[in-house]
């Protein structure tokens, strides 16, 4: 446990199911170390049950918690502007049970504001998929997705999903996957979070790892935006680009210099004719606000009320071509326009970056998840595949061979076009 905790670079710890009646400061340095000096505890009943949360109080501030009968909710606060809620839940395995657990849930709902994150073991399930066998209890379901549905929780996305192998069923089956669910505030103040299963080698079940702010670093490269042949200059700029070089003898190499240029500039055209979109409307939005306060105590100008009206209308059609741009980019087409909000997509647009991360890579026995382990498997893996570069000990004297030259000039020019009618 204190070396998964370690790999993982975790400031905040979740057990469920500890089976422990007492927990003290040993106990939770033992498991998990000396760093996380704070924690609230839910104590077994017996050997059933248990819940523990500690954190890392040079990280995370707790000024408030509450625990319940399945439940340990705290009060996190990372840093100024980062404050939300996480409840730890260990859901009751009796049916009987299971609507006080729901309404337990609703009650740390209705006392906390702000985002709220509840993750841990529901015993509780959304679809039949989620179960291992046929005995599925509808009525439970049901009940548990008009509460999601209620409390406006989300699933989040979760990366590297693991499966095992059932051998009286013959089929793979899901393992038991602790979930985390979040509101939708939640999601938006963490738009780069990212939720993976780790190895289940210390428990039966997967646990997970949440990190709220995860940075994918690329080269930055060419988009091509859909608006931008309705932005007045456009066909200009790409006709003035596509013609400014000289022909090439190669046509391939020809056609691969002119997007170059028509890429480059579309890039600078894009930088001077749109810029960044929400500086201009914070200050569009700054111009009018004061504007608002002069109108307080003098009547505007002719000139001013002009300006007024027009960095309104900038501003709105500013907000257009940013929700736009937001849709482009999560690549959603089942929608129309109108039916989602900007949050929609920008949510939507990270989680698919988050899946085209490699997170992992598997060569034999040995497996890497460090950037720098990835790099050298997958070095080694095309090194042996296509070879290494070595000295070569002795090479050939073509010149004392007296082979004949081969003109190849002509294979530079272009095949001519086939006559109409053949193959």
Known sequence: MRSLVDDALASVVCLLESKLERVDRRVIHSLLGLKFDAFVALPAHGTAGGIIVAWDSTVAMVPAF???????TVEMV??????????????????TLKPLF??????????????????????????????????INMLMMGRFRRFLNDMELKEACLIGRRYTWSNERNRPTLEKIDRWFSTADWDTGHPGHLLQALSSSISNHCPLLISTNVSFHRKSRFHFQSYWPSLPGFHDVVAGSWNSLPP????????????????????????AKVGNIKEQMLLANELILCFDQAMDSRPLSSGET???????????GLASLQRTIARQKSRISWLKAGEASEAF?????????????????KSGAAEATSRAGMCEMAGDYYAGVLG?????????????????????????????KPLSGTQ
């Open 66 to 72: 509450r625990i319940d009968q399945f439940s340990v």
């Open 345 to 361: 997509f920008k949510i939507f647009a990270s989680q698919r970056r988050r899946k085209n991360h490699i997170f992992r890579l």
């Open 248 to 271: 090439k003898a190669n046509p391939f190499v020809d056609l691969f210099v002119r997007l170059k240029a028509t890429a480059k500039a579309l890039t600078r055209w894009n930088q």
């Open 388 to 416: 290494r570069l070595v000295l070569r000990q002795h090479t050939l004297h073509l010149a004392a061979l007296e082979l004949s030259t081969v003109d190849t000039v002509a294979l530079e020019t272009p095949c001519p």
């Open 306 to 316: 002009w300006l007024r009206k027009q960095l309104k209308k900038k501003v709105l």
């Open 78 to 95: 990372f840093g100024e502007g980062n404050q939300w809620t996480l409840t730890a839940v260990y859901g009751p395995t009796d049916d």
């Open 102 to 135: 729901l309404d337990e849930l609703r009650a740390i709902r209705a006392a906390c504001a702000g985002p709220w994150a509840v993750a841990g073991d529901f015993n509780l399930i959304v679809e039949a998929a989620g179960k291992s066998n046929n005995m």
